[in-house]
């Protein structure tokens, strides 16, 4: 039984401050994951539990500066370790919130094993990942920029990642832990069940222009993709979604 | 032409103090890797180089406190976190002298990827490593702790990285820049080639009790396993290991 939890970058931190984070907001999150009883063992080590967090106020901002996008490359290293070390700086305040329960959350970084090839193609090889699952370890990976063939490096979101994993490692449960209860339609109430994008469209239009990753909408069209049920809710729906319950937007 | 550099964690670090750069070394040892000439680039870039670099300081004391080694693990979340961040603070020191320099470098953190399995064998899949080089940029990885099946999580020393990666890059050469000129015979005359292990072992001795990750009795006996021909030189021998000479001693 392997879950995925995405944090939302804009959940865990504050989106308009440059490197800002929500700090009540990670506490939340990371109260209801030391509360999570998903494996059988003790609640301070929840089992089976991936975690992949967005890059909010650190790492949108670098990216936008240098810009770099998902489709966008760079050739310039020390862009990409700006980007990279604002997103493993956040990524050591989510570790450390996590070990303060004492979840035995671990830092996996995209950059050190991830690559696109020349299509944009992810490969994001899981071995490290399982293996610190099976050790009773608690992986948490982030949004990243990785070596992209023919464009120096380009951005690799959180949702990428949460998709690809979600395949490679045969996940039961995604969660979407966002700002929003759901996927709100255009009178801003949630959605209860996509089954298919056209059904959604004109509700959600194309928002790839509002974030560096894709925004909503791209959310939705990457979780259609993924094979077991997913998810989309806030941190008020967090809980539900580790007692097994169905909050906010079901996608599938 | 894939060339392997190890930096020593002693070279680089004052080894006896905890968490102390030896800023004047690494300063040297970077001004070698700027100025190599590997791949035809320019020689701010150079193509085609991995650097691997040790603990030191920064690694060793850590991993003895918590009483963990290459074959002694821990479950302990909090403790890898402790070793792994000393080095991944370590690694920031080395590209940003790197990239001070314009070389391209970027971290690459086994704990993201590696793993042991029961016996000890290590799998480090280095298709990221690949994306990096094919990309221009210049692969930093180190010593660090990797999940091993069993036994929680194990050191991972940075000869063992380098011996992994001659076989899975099929690297041309390997390079060690160690604190000694070379491995020392017993009147402390640096021997030109090694060949065997038996050879030398009168003068090696088993220093396995020295060094968490085996000392210059485990570097040789590591690198005679490594198909690529192999130097042990110190920061004097740097240069001229990347010019293409056969500084200290060849092990093969």
New interface residues.
């Given amino acids: 039984m392997v879950t995925i939890l995405k944090l939302g970058g804009s959940v865990i931190t504050e989106k308009d401050r440059a490197e800002t984070l929500d700090g009540a907001a990670l506490d939340r999150a990371s109260d209801a994951i030391k509360n999570a009883r998903l494996g059988g063992r003790a609640t301070s080590a929840p089992a089976d539990l991936v975690v992949v967090h967005g890059g909010g106020s650190f790492g949108h901002h670098h990216a936008e500066r240098h810009g770099v996008s998902t489709d966008v490359g760079t050739?310039d290293?020390?862009a990409?370790?700006e980007i990279?070390?604002a997103m493993?700086t956040l990524n050591?305040f989510v570790?450390g919130r996590l070990?303060d329960r004492d979840?035995?959350?671990?830092?996996?970084?995209?950059?050190?094993?991830?690559?696109r090839g020349a299509s944009g193609e992810l490969?994001l090889?899981s071995?490290?990942v399982e293996?610190?699952l099976?050790?009773?370890?608690?992986p948490v990976l982030h949004g990243d920029v990785?070596?992209?063939?023919g464009?120096?490096?380009t951005v690799l979101s959180g949702d990428e990642i949460v998709a690809d994993l979600a395949g490679t490692l045969g996940a039961d449960r995604v969660g979407l832990c966002s700002t929003v209860p759901g996927v709100l339609d255009a009178e801003g109430n949630v959605i209860d069940r996509i089954a298919e994008y056209d059904a959604v469209a004109d509700v959600l239009g194309d928002s790839a222009a509002t974030d560096v990753t894709g925004g909503m909408a791209g959310k939705v069209r990457t979780l259609l993709d993924v094979d077991p049920p997913t998810w989309v809710f806030d941190l008020d729906g967090l809980p539900a979604f580790f007692d097994g319950a169905s909050p906010g937007t079901r996608i599938e």
Avoid: W
């Fill in positions: 050739d290293a020390g990409v370790l990279h070390g493993t050591r570790i070990q979840v035995p959350a671990l830092p996996v970084h995209p950059l050190s094993l991830a690559h490969t090889p071995d490290g293996a610190l099976a050790e009773g370890f608690v990785v070596p992209n063939t464009a120096g490096a």
